[in-house]
Nanobody, 115 residues
């Protein structure tokens, strides 16, 4: 599975961005797909994910502000980010797994939120 993330940029606090992740290859093998982020000096953390059963998961600080969505085949996965805060500044990564062993990562896309 190959993942290609896009949509990052610079916005002011309170603004919105939508990240896109295009998946190709063996997308039918994907069990869970989602977004992680890594801020300078911090560990990478899960932001939002969705599983093949339809369940979604969000990091507490983004609940109510971010929404993950995808097409049925996981070939496109989106992260709508509203009411952005400076602490959302990070490199955002698209990631997927097959629920067994394989984990796939896309290149990161930088999101910068200024106050």
């Amino acid at each position: 599975v190959q993942l290609q993330a896009s949509g990052g940029g610079s916005v002011q606090a309170g603004g919105s961005l939508r990240l896109s992740c295009s998946a190709s290859g063996r997308t039918l093998s994907i069990n869970t797909i989602g977004w992680y982020r890594q801020a300078p000096g911090k560990q990478r953390e899960l932001v939002a994910s969705m599983s093949s059963g339809g369940s979604t998961k969000y990091e507490d600080s983004v609940k109510g502000r971010f929404t993950i969505s995808s097409d049925n085949a996981y070939t496109k996965v989106y992260l709508q980010m509203n009411n952005l805060k400076p602490e959302d500044t990070a490199i955002y990564y698209c990631s997927a797994d097959d629920g067994v062993l394989a984990v796939y990562w896309g290149q990161g896309t930088l999101v910068t939120v200024s106050s």
